[in-house]
C-alpha cells in the first residue's frame, strides 16, 4: 500500500486486476490549486477517488492562537481568497458576539453590500473557469470583463482587489469611498445587461449541457449527510441558506428568495449560481441606495479582550457555510480557533458523486463543487 | 422541540450527560463510552440531528475535548453542542463516520493535528501532513524551533 503523500510513480501492484490508479494533480490545470487526487479506475469508470490535501497547509489556525482579535482577520483573507471579504466579516462577527459590540448600522448595510459584490465577483470566476475546465474558452474573458469592475470598486474602497482586509471587529476600518454607490450603480446595469451573454453562451449550449445535464448527482440525504453546503447542496434541495436561516448584519432587512433547485446534478448547481447572481443584485440594488449616515464602526478599546467562553459565527461564503469557532480563556488572544470551512465538507463528498462515471465526467464534477484550494487546507 | 426537550432526550439515552445552557447553543457533555451510542440515537431521533457541521476537537493541556456541532436539516435554527473529555495520554473515541459521512473526513484532520484515535475508523490516515512529521501540531505543547514564530 503506498503511503498519503506519495506520488505514484509505479503503479504495478496497486489495486486488483484490470485497475489503474492514476494522480490528478498536485499540479492539474483543473483542480486550480494545489490539490491531489488519487483515482481508482475500472477501464474509464471511475472507482474510487481520494483526495490527498495539505500542499499548502499552512495551519491558519495555529497561527491565530498567537495573534490578537484585530490581527487574527487578516490571516483568514487567505483562506477562500475568493470570498477574502466574507470571511472577514465571519470573524469580525465572533469577536463582536463575545464582546457583545452593537454595529452601527451603516457599517451593517456596508458590509452586506461588500459580500453580496464579493460573491458576485467569486460566482463569475467561477463561472469562467468552470466552463473553460469544460473546454469552453469565451465565457472567461465575458465573466472577468464584469469581475474587473468589482476589483476595482474593491480597489478603491478597500486598497485591495483580492485580500480585502476590510472588516475590523465594530465594523469597517474606513468609510465608503465617494465615487462608491455611483460606481456600483454602473456595475449593476451593466451586469444586468450582460448576463444575458452568459445564458447565450453557456446556459443554452448543447455542449455544456450534455456534459452537465445527470453528472455528478447527489441526493439530498446525502448531501445533508456529508455536511454540504452553499448551492451545492441548494442544488440537491437542501435548505441551507444561512443569511435565511440565522440572518447576521443586515440580511434581514433585504428580500431576497433562496435559491433551490432539485436535481442535484452539475448543471442543478450552475443554476444555482447563476440564479444567486441575480439575488444578490437584488440585494444590492435594494440597499445601494439606502446607506444610513452615522459611524461607519463602533467605538471599541484599542486591545480587545474576549470574556471565557466559547463562541460560534456562522456565515454564508460563495462556497457555504463558514463557521468561526472560537475558545477564549479571557486573554487578548484566542486559546483555540476553528474555521469549519465550506470547501472541506464538499470535497469530502467527491468520491461519492464521481464514482461510477465516467473519468472525462469529473471535471464536471468537481468544476461545479467551486473548490479553492486554501480553503480547504487552510 | 426546545432546550428541555433535547435535554429530556438526552438524559434518557445518556443517563451522565451534563448540561451547560450558559453559551448560545445547549452544550452537552458526554462521556466517551456513550457517546456512539447517543449519536445514534441524536441521529433517528423524532427531530433528527442529522447534520453535523463541524467537528474539532480543543487541547485543554490536562485533557483533550472533542466537540461536535449538531444541527438539524428540519429545523436549522436548532443547534447542539456535545463535548467529550479524552485523556491526553491515550485519547482515544469511537468513531461516528457511519452515522455522519462527513465526519469521516473531519476525524482524519483531528487524528492528524491531535493525535485522537478514532477507534473503528474505516481508513484512519494522514490527510494533510506529510508521513515523516513529528508532533501533533495543533496540541499546545507542540514546539518547532526552526519553522514555529512566537510573537
Redesign the interface.
Known amino acids: 500500500m503506498y503511503t498519503q503523500t506519495e506520488i505514484i510513480k509505479d503503479t504495478t501492484g496497486i489495486g486488483s486486476e484490470g485497475e489503474l490508479v492514476i494522480n490528478v494533480g498536485p499540479q492539474h490545470p483543473a483542480t486550480h490549486g494545489v490539490l491531489h487526487l488519487v483515482i481508482t479506475l475500472n477501464g474509464e469508470t471511475i472507482k474510487k477517488i481520494e483526495p490527498h490535501l495539505g500542499y499548502i497547509h499552512r495551519s491558519i489556525e495555529k497561527m491565530c492562537e498567537s495573534l490578537n482579535y484585530r490581527q487574527f482577520i487578516y490571516v483568514t483573507s487567505r483562506m477562500d481568497y475568493l470570498s477574502a471579504h466574507i470571511n472577514n466579516q465571519a470573524c469580525a462577527l465572533c469577536v463582536e458576539k463575545g464582546m457583545q459590540i452593537e454595529v452601527p448600522d451603516r457599517a451593517k448595510v456596508i458590509r452586506v453590500l461588500m459580500a453580496e459584490l464579493t460573491r458576485i465577483a467569486s460566482h463569475e470566476l467561477w463561472l469562467g473557469a468552470m466552463a473553460m475546465d469544460l473546454g469552453a474558452f469565451t465565457p472567461f474573458f465575458y465573466t472577468f470583463r464584469e469581475r474587473e469592475l468589482i476589483t476595482d470598486i474593491m480597489e478603491e474602497t478597500c486598497g485591495a482587489r483580492l485580500t480585502m482586509n476590510y472588516m475590523t471587529p465594530g465594523g469597517v476600518t474606513f468609510d465608503l469611498h465617494e465615487d462608491f454607490q455611483k460606481k456600483v450603480k454602473q456595475f449593476v446595469i451593466q451586469f444586468k445587461e450582460k448576463v444575458t451573454e452568459f445564458e447565450d453562451l453557456v446556459t443554452n449550449n448543447v455542449i455544456f449541457r450534455n456534459r452537465t445535464e445527470g453528472v455528478g448527482i447527489i441526493s439530498p440525504a446525502d448531501a445533508i449527510s456529508y455536511g454540504c453546503s452553499g448551492p451545492v447542496a441548494r442544488a440537491s434541495g437542501v435548505v441551507s441558506d444561512l443569511r435565511k436561516i440565522a440572518p447576521y448584519d443586515a440580511y434581514d432587512r433585504v428580500e431576497f428568495e433562496e435559491v433551490l433547485d432539485t436535481r442535484g446534478d452539475s448543471f442543478a448547481r450552475y443554476i444555482v449560481r447563476v440564479k444567486e447572481m441575480m439575488q444578490s443584485i437584488r440585494i444590492i440594488e435594494q440597499l445601494i441606495d439606502n446607506i444610513p449616515e452615522g459611524d461607519f464602526q463602533a467605538k471599541t478599546k484599542a486591545v480587545l479582550k474576549l470574556p471565557k467562553g466559547e463562541f460560534y459565527s456562522r456565515v454564508e461564503t460563495a462556497r457555504g457555510e463558514l463557521g468561526v469557532y472560537i475558545v477564549s480563556e479571557g486573554g487578548t488572544t484566542p486559546y483555540r480557533i476553528k474555521f469549519r470551512s465550506p470547501g472541506f465538507s464538499n470535497l469530502s463528498a467527491l468520491d461519492h458523486m464521481a464514482s461510477g462515471s465516467k473519468i472525462g465526467d469529473l471535471m464536471a464534477t468537481m468544476g461545479t463543487l467551486d473548490l479553492v484550494i486554501p480553503d480547504i487546507d487552510r | 422541540m426546545t432546550n428541555e426537550a433535547i435535554k429530556e432526550f438526552i438524559t434518557s439515552a445518556a443517563p451522565t450527560a451534563s448540561f451547560d445552557e ?4 445547549l ?1 452537552i457533555s458526554v462521556e466517551p463510552g456513550s457517546w456512539k451510542d447517543l449519536a445514534h440515537k441524536l441521529r433517528n431521533a423524532e427531530l433528527p440531528f ?5 467537528l ?1 476537537c ?2 485543554w493541556k490536562t485533557h483533550l475535548t472533542v ?1 461536535y ?1 449538531l444541527s438539524s ?1 428540519k429545523n ?2 436548532i443547534n447542539i ?1 456535545v463535548k467529550s473529555k479524552l485523556d491526553a495520554a491515550k485519547p482515544e473515541i469511537e468513531t461516528v463516520c457511519d452515522i ?3 465526519a ?3 476525524e482524519r ?1 483531528v487524528f492528524e493535528l491531535f493525535g485522537v484515535v478514532f477507534l473503528n475508523h474505516p481508513d484512519l ?7 515523516d512529521f513529528e508532533g501533533f ?2 496540541r499546545k505543547d507542540f514546539e518547532d524551533p526552526i519553522n514555529m514564530i ?2
Open positions: 450558559t453559551g448560545e447553543w452544550n442529522d447534520y453535523l457541521f463541524c474539532t480543543v487541547d466537540v456541532h436539516s436549522r435554527q453542542v455522519w459521512r462527513t469521516e473526513f473531519l484532520e490516515r494522514r490527510l494533510i501532513l506529510t508521513d501540531p495543533l512566537k510573537l
